[in-house]
C-alpha cells in the first residue's frame, strides 16, 4: 500500500517561533524536502533545502504575516501564519496503517503541546476530489460525475462547477479556522467559542469521541482512514458536520447574523450578544427530533438553547418542546 494522507493543525500565531519550527521540523516532517520557497524570509527565490538557513532566517525576521514551504515529490509540508491564526499543514507518503498511527500520535502531540485549536488527518486524494470545484478535473481522468452536483459559478454564471456543498467531506476556512468532516479530528479550547464543546462531546454518531489532554478532544468518524467511500462512512460525516452545525457556524462568522434571512427551517441559529440575558456572549439554539438528532425547526420535537462565554463554557441552557 502507498497512499497519501493530508493532515492541518491550527494554533495560535504567538507559536510561530524558530525554537517550535525545531520540533515540528522534528515530529511532523517525515520525507527529505528537495527545496523551500517563502516570499517572507528568501523573496522570490526557490531554494534549496536548508534547515539552519532557515532556522536563522525565522530568528532574524519577527513577522506578522508568513508563508513556508517544503517541498519533495508530491510531498509538502507548510507553516502560515495568517491574518487570525496559524497552521501547520502536509501531504505525506503513507506505506501501512502502522505509519497512520504514528503520524496521528505525533499531530496529537503537537495540538496538545502548542494550544492546538482544531486539526484533522484525512486521505489527501479524498480530500482533494471533495474540495475540488473544477468539473475539468474530472473530464480529464475521466473520473465519474455521477455522485456530484453541476450548478453555475456564482460569479461567472456562464461557467459549470461542481457543488462542493452537497459532499460531505467539503472544508471551510474561516477567521483562518478550519470547519469540516473527516476521519479524524481534534478539538481544543480555541475551538469552543464557535462550537462549544458540550456540543461535540454529545456526538455518537461516530467510531470514537474521546477527551484527551488539555480540555481537547479527538473524535474519529469511522475505523479507517481508507474506508472513506463506504456509504455508511459518509452518512457519519453528514451527521458529524449536521450535529456539530460546521456549516452553520462558518457562514455566520463570514457574515455574522443577517437579520434578513428567512431562518425558518433552520435546524441551528446563533445570535450575537445582544440576544444574551444570562451573561453569555452568544446563544445558540439547537433543533432536535425524538431520537435527539439535530433537525429543521419546523419538524422539531424540542429546542436546546444555550449561551456561552468568551472561552466556549455554557453559562445557561434551556430545553424546551417546540
Not at 455508511?232 to 456539530?244: E, K, T
Request: proline share 2%; aromatic share 10%; hydrophobic share 40%.
Amino acid at each position: 500500500m502507498s497512499n497519501r494522507i493530508v493532515f492541518k493543525i491550527i494554533v495560535p500565531n504567538e507559536m510561530v517561533t524558530a525554537k517550535n519550527m525545531v520540533s515540528w521540523l522534528e515530529n511532523l516532517l517525515l520525507f527529505q524536502p528537495d527545496t523551500m520557497v517563502s516570499g517572507d524570509l528568501f523573496g522570490r527565490k526557490e531554494l534549496n533545502f536548508d534547515k539552519a538557513l532557515l532556522l536563522n532566517r525565522m530568528n532574524k525576521k519577527s513577522l506578522n504575516r508568513m508563508s513556508i514551504s517544503l517541498n519533495s515529490n508530491k510531498e509538502d509540508f507548510v507553516v502560515r501564519k495568517g491574518r487570525y491564526q496559524a497552521m501547520i499543514s502536509g501531504r505525506l507518503k503513507i506505506e501501512d496503517d502502522q505509519e497512520i498511527k504514528i503520524i496521528s500520535n505525533r499531530i496529537e502531540e503537537i495540538f496538545l503541546s502548542y494550544e492546538g485549536i482544531v486539526a484533522f488527518i484525512a486521505d489527501a486524494s479524498d480530500s482533494f476530489w471533495q474540495n475540488n470545484t473544477d468539473i475539468k478535473q474530472y473530464e480529464l481522468i475521466g473520473k465519474s460525475q455521477e455522485h456530484i452536483v453541476i450548478i453555475s459559478d456564482p460569479i461567472i454564471k456562464s461557467n459549470k462547477i461542481v457543488d462542493i456543498e452537497q459532499l460531505p467531506g467539503h472544508s471551510h476556512f474561516t477567521k483562518d479556522l478550519w470547519f469540516g468532516s473527516c476521519w479524524r479530528m481534534w478539538f481544543g479550547e480555541g475551538y469552543y467559542p464557535y462550537i462549544p464543546k458540550k456540543i461535540l462531546s454529545n456526538i455518537n454518531s461516530c467510531f470514537e469521541n474521546i477527551e484527551v489532554e488539555n480540555n481537547s478532544m479527538r473524535i474519529t468518524l469511522y475505523p479507517s482512514i481508507w474506508e472513506y467511500n463506504d456509504p455508511r462512512n459518509r452518512n457519519l460525516q453528514w451527521l458529524f458536520r449536521i450535529q456539530a452545525g460546521m456549516d452553520v457556524v462558518s457562514d455566520w462568522l463570514r457574515a455574522r447574523e443577517d437579520e434578513t434571512k428567512d431562518n425558518s427551517n433552520a435546524s441551528i441559529e446563533i445570535f450575537d450578544e445582544q440576544h444574551c440575558v444570562n451573561g453569555g456572549i452568544k446563544l445558540i439554539k439547537y433543533y432536535y427530533d425524538e431520537d435527539k438528532q439535530c433537525v429543521s425547526k419546523k419538524i422539531a420535537k424540542v429546542c436546546l438553547s444555550m449561551e456561552i462565554d468568551n472561552s466556549g463554557n455554557v453559562v445557561w441552557e434551556e430545553l424546551l418542546l417546540v
